[in-house]
């Protein structure tokens, strides 16, 4: 078993947009060493390194290059959707552990390939669901554990608007972005969703661009049903149309009779307020404030060569939920696992 003892990890990012600066203070934070960054905009990754107060680290425009020449410890994902797998793999095969941003691919073949990856590599792979380091998540898994839940809904209305669309070339595109707010915005929760109740057997969704005609070619609204194996159902809305951002809401009945409504900031039993907290972490709010946590702990089991939970395999089943939905139109379509 190889072992990294307390020796500071050598870690390189690949995508300086907008979030990795979440990623960079991140790493900054757990006491490593940033030792290149990629882009092919080489000012976006100057302009990401000074934000951080970094000097002197050497910017590529080349992806396999940087690994070659730099062979960092471990890489951080945060391009474009599309390029999450082949950049996985990449890492993977050359023994570089990754750190992968949300979603881990964007189609059946996509996640194949990097399962495949995952199991030939000594290196380990890390997918970046934060929101399963949020207390209130984590409470609700917890409870979730002894007294099961028996029917739930969850509301993702976030405001994306035309000049959000405008400000990446990549966003609301089918091939690079892979979807809309299922794969990109709402994916957090829909994941949380799944580790609470399990792993869906099959959804009937529709999902549309109802709003943002003439802006993006992806769906800026869906509306699915889940089907448990228990035949327990869950429901699941999320748009971009929204009016504002809107705090996420997941809600649940247990078993017990118990009702929770849990969000970032604020989680309800029975609608008493359980726990309250200002919602004044480091992380734009509808993100949440798990990016730090989250790689401290990737760090940690990549130190003791011990496999990490959210790694490949577990990455995937949301993303085959996301395309089980993309398939639907109107139909109950089954989803693989
Ligand atoms: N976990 C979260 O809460 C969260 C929040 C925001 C974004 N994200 C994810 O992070 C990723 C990036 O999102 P963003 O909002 O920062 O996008 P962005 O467009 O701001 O940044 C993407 C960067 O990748 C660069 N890039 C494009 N092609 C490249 C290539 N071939 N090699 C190297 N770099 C390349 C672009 O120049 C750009 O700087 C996406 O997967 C997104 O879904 C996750």
Redesign the pocket.
């Known amino acids: 078993m190889r072992m990294i003892e307390n020796r500071v990890f050598r870690v390189a990012l ?7 600066g979440k990623h960079l203070e991140a790493i900054l934070a757990a006491g490593q060493k940033i030792v290149a960054l ?4 080489p000012e ?1 990754a100057n302009k990401r390194a000074l934000s951080q107060g970094l000097t002197d680290i050497p910017v590529f425009t080349d ?1 396999e290059k940087m690994l070659d020449e730099v062979r960092p410890d471990i890489v951080h994902i ?4 599309d ?2 797998a082949p950049m996985t793999i990449t890492a993977l095969d050359r023994g570089i552990h990754v750190l992968c ?2 979603p881990l691919a964007i189609s059946e073949e996509q996640l194949q390939a990097i399962l495949a990856a995952e199991r030939k590599s000594s290196a380990l792979l890390g997918v ?1 669901h ?1 929101n399963r380091y949020e207390p209130n998540m984590r409470k609700l898994k917890e409870m979730s554990e002894t007294d099961c839940p028996v029917a739930g809904y969850a509301n993702v209305v976030w405001k994306r608007d035309a000049a959000y669309y405008a400000s ?1 070339a ?1 966003r609301g595109t089918k091939a690079h972005e892979g979807g809309g707010v299922l794969i ?1 915005q709402a994916i ?1 929760t829909m994941d949380i969703m799944q580790w609470v109740f399990g792993m869906p057997e099959a959804v009937t969704a529709r999902v549309s661009n109802d709003f943002h005609q003439g802006e993006i070619e992806v769906e800026d609204t869906a509306i699915c049903t889940f089907e448990g194996k228990n035949g327990i159902l869950w429901q699941f809305f999320a748009t971009t149309a929204g009016s504002d951002d809107f705090p996420v809401q997941l809600n649940l009945s247990l078993a017990s009779g118990k009702l929770i409504e849990a969000m970032n900031h604020q989680f309800t039993v029975d609608h008493r307020v359980l726990s309250g907290e200002d919602d004044t972490g480091s992380g734009k709010w509808v ?1 949440g404030n798990g990016h730090k946590a989250l790689i401290a702990d990737f760090y940690q089991h990549v130190r003791e060569n011990r496999p990490f939970w959210l790694n490949g395999a577990e990455g995937a089943k949301v993303i085959r939920m996301i395309l089980a939905a993309y398939r639907s139109n109107g139909a109950r379509v089954r989803i693989e696992e």
């Open positions: 690949v995508g300086c947009g907008v979030i990795s990629c882009d092919p905009e976006k992806y945060c391009t474009p959707h390029l999450h941003e949300k970046c934060q990446a990549w990109n957090h993100w």
